[in-house]
């Protein structure tokens, strides 16, 4: 059974301090079921796709930009204010 599997493995790296990541999390029951076993990470095609390292890097960085905007922006709001 999937699901005493996954209890399983997830208490086992509780027990022994561990992170545990859940590999092929595609649906939200799968995301709600790994927070309610307390699993510490997912991932699957439910978060993204498998994605070149290039594309990835570049995603990185656009996000890096569009968060050092958006902190400035927030400054700059609560300076005016």
């Not at 027990?15 to 309610?36: C, F, P, S």
Request: aromatic content about 4%; some cysteine.
């Amino acid at each position: 059974d999937k699901l005493a599997v996954l209890r399983a493995m997830a208490g086992l790296g509780r027990d022994l301090g561990m992170r545990t990541t859940v590999e092929g999390v595609e649906t939200n029951d799968q995301w709600l079921i790994a927070a309610r076993e307390h699993c510490s990470e997912v991932q699957g095609f439910l978060f993204a796709r498998p994605t070149p390292v290039a594309e990835l890097a570049n995603a990185i960085d656009q996000a890096d930009r569009l968060a050092g905007e958006l902190t400035e922006s927030y400054r700059n709001t609560r300076q005016s204010a």
